[in-house]
């Protein structure tokens, strides 16, 4: 079953833009990854948050967890065209026996126009 | 380079011609994973090593082996494919031997049609 879902499925802005992505989760988490891909390739790491943190920016991701609300969301600042992709957020489960699992979730697809 | 390479990236095979996807990592990650990739179903993971010689099943086992003899490889094999193992599989490995306390590198994926 899906651990993580994003919301919207689809998004599509223009150039200076911000993007922002959500995520929601089930069960309480250690930590919450974002990730891209571009159509057809491998997944490429953004940026993992822990469960204690609360916003954490990389460039001009920024990214927010609020585990009461089991929710995260990633924001991109002054969006470019080369961002263009699918992102997708990635949950564990704080459970110990499920250390190696890693659930994601259909991703948001952004299109973003020159 | 430090990357995670997968063979073959594309194969059209037939169903019941068991078949290996290789998966190989130099970066020494104790960690390795498999996924299938399908349209509206996002990521789903098939099996997992947290070391060699440590495999366990994610959310979609049925239909898949693997092994984890040596550290760096961790082969995904179908012995009897079926048209729904249709799919875009992606190799990832991670550091240690947990998925959640680190990024994970992916391989390039494999597109496998099973006919």
């Known amino acids: 079953s899906q651990q993580g879902e994003e919301d919207p499925q689809a998004l599509s802005i223009q150039e200076g833009e911000n993007a922002t992505m959500n995520c929601s989760y089930k069960?309480?988490?250690?930590?919450l990854q974002w990730y891209r891909q571009n159509s057809g390739r491998g997944l490429v790491h953004l940026i993992l948050i822990r469960s204690n943190e609360r916003e954490k920016h990389s460039g001009r991701l920024r990214v927010t967890l609020d585990t009461s609300k089991k929710s995260s969301s990633l924001l991109i600042t002054a969006s470019r065209a080369a961002d263009t992709a699918s992102y997708f957020c990635a949950t564990d489960a704080n459970r110990g026996s499920t250390l190696g699992r890693l659930y994601f979730g259909r991703g948001t697809q952004l299109t973003v126009w020159p | 380079e430090a990357q995670v390479t997968q063979n073959p990236r594309y194969l059209i095979t037939v169903t019941g011609k068991k078949l290996t996807v290789t998966c190989s990592q130099n970066m020494n990650h104790e960690y390795m994973s498999w996924y299938r990739q399908d349209p509206g179903l996002g990521l789903r993971q098939i099996y997992y090593?947290?070391?060699?010689?440590?495999?366990d099943k994610g959310d979609v086992p049925e239909g898949y082996k693997v092994s984890r003899k040596e550290k760096r490889n961790f082969p995904l094999i179908l012995e009897s494919p079926s048209p729904n193992q249709t799919s875009l599989y992606f190799c990832a490995s991670s550091p240690i031997g947990t998925a959640t306390y680190n990024e994970q590198f992916f391989g390039p994926g494999t597109r496998l049609t099973v006919l």
């Open positions: 090593s947290m070391n060699v010689e440590v495999t």
């Open positions: 069960t309480s988490i250690n930590n």
